[in-house]
């Protein structure tokens, strides 16, 4: 059994995958996975991280968020990206390619399917990335997790699929409301959001009752560490609610101590609040390719699954209101948790394991 990842790009994408790869280990420990991706990418990194083999392949972008020089040298190498991916095809043979959405993705699985090789795509947004896009009319069945996302495809194989969470965020436990504090964790990813990291410290500087019994965990990423530390350490009452990151490497304990997340709207990081049933104030980022983070954003509040607030909408006193509103109404914190909740399903790679390995 031979199977061939292609795609990445972001942790959205990667992390996923790494985890279906694993689960189809798990059910068929002989197999041979390997992955495709780009040099740019996360995958570079976390695939070899992961135990997996990685063949690169030159393509970049081709989203309209990205500029138009970038868009004609993605063109341009093209060309060259196919003829690597057929070689790397028919060197591999797999048995099965899934295409799990980013840069490679698209060169490689329409490589395999114009070989005639068995191919599937996995998209986990609301709105498909321009890959799958592309793709889901060349392909032999497509993988979905929002319901909405099949609109936009040319596959008449679509099947809808949970989205995988890593296994540690698997095992995280709902639990009990704290009495006397509310407990609020804001993060932007690894690298931080600098949007949510102003507004979050300007709402502190402004201060007034709505920090009275509030503790923030306030992850900044690297780049507003050091700055966003000099704000807070020249507000005297700052060090009584607030503690500054720069990264976090104990989600499950931190979405297990936070009684509302503040966050992007990246599917990795909605996938670990609907598994932990964590409740969030949602503000999607806005450069986001094909604005990708708000189609996500509003599925979940079609489910009554989580608030959120566009970018360009987003200030201290919003911020301010917003928490307020959530204190003094806890029924629509557990509200949003029973929600959201809802659409979390456990051993979702597993599942999806399943699926690739009856496509093999």
Request: glycine fraction near 6%; proline fraction near 5%; charged fraction near 20%.
């Amino acid at each position: 059994m031979r199977i061939l990842f292609a795609g990445g790009g972001t942790g959205g994408h990667i992390y996923p995958a790494i985890s279906i790869a694993n689960a189809i280990q798990e059910l068929h420990p002989q197999a041979v996975i390997e992955f495709v991706g780009t040099p740019s990418g996360l995958e570079s990194k976390l695939i070899p991280q992961a135990g997996f083999k990685i063949h690169m392949i030159p393509v970049g972008r081709l989203n309209s968020n990205v500029s138009l020089y970038e868009r004609i040298q993605t063109v341009l190498m093209l060309p060259v990206a196919i003829l690597k991916s057929f070689f790397i095809v028919r060197s591999f043979s797999p048995n099965v390619v899934v295409g799990v959405g980013g840069n490679a993705s698209g060169p490689l699985v329409l490589a395999a399917a114009l070989m005639r090789y068995r191919t599937c795509i996995w998209e986990p947004n609301a709105y498909p990335g321009l890959a799958n896009r592309w793709l889901s009319s060349f392909v032999t069945k497509t993988l979905v997790v929002f319901t909405e996302a099949a609109k936009f495809l040319k596959n008449k194989n679509i099947v809808n699929v949970p989205m995988p969470v890593r296994k540690e965020i698997e095992n995280v436990l709902p639990t009990k409301k704290h009495k006397n504090e509310f407990h609020i964790l804001l993060f932007g990813g690894s690298q931080g959001a600098r949007a949510l990291n102003n507004i979050l410290s300007e709402a502190i500087k402004i201060g007034g009752e709505w920090l009275n019994n509030v503790k923030i965990v306030h992850q900044t990423g690297s780049l507003d560490f050091s700055r966003i530390t000099e704000v807070y350490a020249n507000i005297k009452y700052a060090k009584n609610c607030v503690t500054v990151l720069e990264y976090l490497h104990d989600m499950p304990s931190r979405y297990v101590w936070a009684d509302l997340v503040i966050s992007r709207a990246g599917i990795s990081t909605i996938s670990e609040l609907a598994a932990c049933g964590k409740a969030a104030l949602l503000v999607p980022l806005p450069s986001a390719a094909d604005d990708h983070q708000t189609k996500n954003a509003q599925a979940l509040v079609d489910a009554n699954g989580a608030r959120f607030i566009k970018q360009k909408d987003l200030t201290a006193e919003r911020l301010i209101r917003e928490i307020e509103d959530f204190k003094a109404h806890p029924e629509k914190i557990v509200l949003l948790e029973e929600n959201i909740r809802k659409l979390y399903k456990p051993k979702a790679a597993l599942e999806i394991a399943k699926i690739v390995l009856e496509e093999a």
